[in-house]
């Protein structure tokens, strides 16, 4: 027999507050009733608590249980992504008799097939996805907490600058002799330039039970950039991208106030109480930094803000 | 004169977090009295909230205001690195009035002179070193609140796969009729195999106030793997650090509980309230993921646990 | 009509080298006869040359033929992963009747089923698969050059420290009064201690025709370090993998010789032209930096130098 | 005495290509002799060949090597980059008696002192500077080949997509009763929207024994993007940055070409024999991927391209 060094007292009597695994890459197939499955390559965090009496956690377990709840969602179509982290999250706990906290992370790339804004050609797009789960003991129960969320690039423009690119071309314009109503009448058909950027829009949404479509999520965080964007643009397709986003700039504040809006309308089923974060990070063209953008509140919070009942 | 868009009114009226920027690098040179000054290349995030009444903050009051106290700390030595930190937090703060809470957060590489551990020769060795930086505005005043911290690396070797093979060769040596004396007097100067891995241990610290010298910090950190590392190992220094690392073989558990009792004994001047951020992960060489032990509580937490006053 | 400004004459005649995409992540789905089909994540990226008489190349080209073969690629069992990659540069290269160059570069993790060592759990596991294919015009022909290649994670122990532990310890046994004979029947039994990490062992091979089976590959590579490693090891899988790594201690010196001697064992029927580049990266656990070591060569050469018919 | 495994012969006769290190930190300091010395935190890479006879390198004196240099470069006012890294190159293959060829990379982030655009405030600006130095032996002698290089961020407006959005404009103006001369001086006074995103210029030149000013190749490189960035702008530069970005828009295609003719123009003295590496690389606002145009050459192929003498 193999001693069992993990089982005994440790020299510090210390609880701590997480014990676990980080980047465990696995490859994911959940089966869907009526469509084709979804496959991801994801990668996993996974933890549980450890108590002040015992020298270190059985971490086998917590792979174990990966890839056990991973071969059921190969074959039986029970499971969404936030169903499979919840219950990896549930079993975890339950594999560690002495830990009464069990926490796991899921962020994957997602290919979901997609076509470019004019010519209509199919193409990829790819977004990523994130589920948080965390379950723990209470009185004899197992409670769960789930987060779904998405990080979707896009192309955001800046207000500002094009403001600014407006009032000098109409004060250039003035020079030539043109008219206010004039002046007027052609910044309104020519998309004056501004600085634009890839942004990326994240949104996590606790669950709270609820049924929270993923594909929401991605349409949320799309609407909330100056405009999509594409891996095949054909010229006609990129004409409209461009016309797009300059007519609906958008500070990474302005981003953010969007999704909370949107969210707000689209998910009157969530309750109050349930957390939302909200980011959006634009990689500035005209700096090296990244501008990020947040909002972290509950739905209550957010629907009294905005006056939505 | 340009517009300034970000001082209207927003079309979704909503207050935000955080807004700010991420990836700011620069050449941070501290003074010290009677010292050669640091030297840091250092990247800065920065962020204040954003009330419901304006569409966008004013970011590079944000850049201005570091360059500011960067360049005040290459002429006066005034500074270290928490106070630097703090004084950017309240500038950034006061520099815009809308908001009522500014943080900062730095991370930076941060060589300091080392030497081998056996023949001594002189060569770097680089430390991250971390801070953050809240100011928050209460009944008219200013508040701040720090965390001063460092990211060491360090090779930790595994105690359970040591004991292991501890007990399969002591079967081995009974079974070449070794007694048990002999085999108890061998198992102890032979360092057994187990496996080992470069292993990074991070501490922060709430500083309440209180001067938390880096290079303590440095010092526990260390301290809590089986041992330290080099760039530069003569063969002699090789052994050594070998050596050392099998006599105390850690678990990412033991690491974070060595930390914790440490920070206590060396910093009794630190109030109970004071918040600390344990965490060793360890790269794991027979694995292709990471294991993580993390430990968050207050100071009074921590000492209650370990029955120290 | 939108204008074509990238077929316009350039302002600096000057050709290039090469001009394309980097980063293009697809989904990739191989249907093989009799098995399941193959899942990827991959990463593409995909250059023509462009002459000195035209201003741009169509990029969006590229994105069309990759997805017109990834399509054919799931519907019809007839790619493996290089010729999936030269088909794609033969259909870029056509594509752009201006070129007379293409290439492209593949990388991928890929999951594949593996068993722990002792227990047999049955678990997956990770590796990288990387293809270079090249095509190009020469007297009216298209001809093209593969590289196909794989990058696996192990476990790397270093004979320079163990065989000084074994020395000192030696002379630790010698103290204690062991005879000679005794100290060499102890350490031939107990395993004695040395600096082990993860390693990355990368092999791409030059095709030339042939067929080079990916597993193949992944066996040479594993082969070649001190011992494999798995996601899931129980305690009897975590004895044996350590115990393995140090009965067989390697520099990165020995893993590339290793790897060399293999393929050319292995791939016999691979001509003495076609090119391989061998490569082993250790995370030093001893240091912060990392140890390489590295072969490029022809298989001709490496022949010679082995006296390998 | 410890044992020296390296010098033994090794199991699999085969010479390597390149055995050393990666990713060795270290800070660099400079002394310039009438200026502030120039401060680096560099990242080394170090390589030298391995005979078949022999198992292994002594890494350790590579380390010794960069250290010594380094020190010498903080006391004496005698090296710039390129020296620096030739010095390191030859003494590491001295230093390996066995060995034929040495090989060093360095890559270093270096601040230099910025102002904004317009309105001329004072700022730290971020550029890479690069440098690769082999040495080799050759009946008896040492030779050397450096090349210098930097890499430099700004911002590439899209020409095609300007041109797009110009002809639809001017189509819409013409709807709204403009006259062709009307159209025509509008679109030269209103800067029109595009993409732009953040572009990275790369230079690499062989310097054949000619002093490169690593300021002059950061010119060259910013000269070939569509405008400068800067962490600062305020309002009046952000405007400034934004029209001056409209009013060059440039392809990666364009970037390389015009790098190409400047490195011609400005560097008369550099042999045709010297090599040059040009690359461009955007982020594209617009797609996930990132766009790259390249051109290696020698300083005569591209002088005879451009019909420079």
Not at 45 to 67: A, Y
Not at 117 to 143: F, H, R
Not at 177 to 203: C, M, W, Y
Request: proline share 5%.
């Amino acid at each position: 027999m193999l001693p069992d060094v993990q089982s005994r007292q440790p020299e510090i009597s210390l609880n701590l507050t997480r014990v676990g695994a980080e980047g465990i890459r696995k490859l994911v197939r959940i089966e869907r009733e009526d469509k084709r499955p979804v496959i991801l390559v994801a990668e996993f965090d996974i933890f549980v608590n450890l108590p002040s009496t015992r020298k270190g956690v059985n971490l086998s377990r917590n792979f174990e249980v990966i890839d056990k709840v991973l071969e059921e969602a190969t074959s039986r179509p029970v499971y969404n992504i936030e169903n499979l982290c919840r219950e990896i999250a549930i079993r975890a706990l339950l594999s560690h008799e002495y830990a009464t906290r069990a926490e796991i992370s899921m962020k994957s790339e997602y290919m979901h097939p997609a076509k470019t804004p004019s010519t209509g050609v199919k193409t990829q797009e790819m977004v990523n996805i994130l589920c948080d789960a965390y379950a723990w003991k209470e009185n004899g129960e197992v409670n769960t907490r789930i987060m779904i969320g998405v990080e979707v690039t896009g192309i955001t423009a800046c207000p500002c600058a094009q403001e600014m690119i407006k009032v000098r071309s109409g004060r250039e314009l003035e020079n030539l002799g043109f008219s206010p109503e004039d002046i007027e009448k052609i910044l309104r058909v020519v998309p004056v330039a501004t600085h634009n950027q890839r942004g990326h829009a994240t949104i996590k949404v606790e669950t709270a039970g609820k049924y929270i479509p993923v594909i929401e999520l991605i349409s949320i965080a799309k609407d909330a950039m100056s405009s999509g964007t594409c891996e095949i643009l054909k010229r006609e397709d990129e004409y409209e991208v461009v016309k797009n986003a300059h007519l609906h700039p958008m500070f990474v504040e302005d981003s953010v106030r969007v999704m909370a809006r949107l969210l707000a309308e689209r998910f009157p089923e969530l309750p109050d109480s349930a957390t939302v974060i909200i980011r959006q990070e634009n990689e500035e063209s005209i700096h090296q930094h990244n501008v990020v953008g947040e909002k972290i509140a509950t739905m209550g919070e957010i629907r009294k803000e905005l006056g939505i009942e």
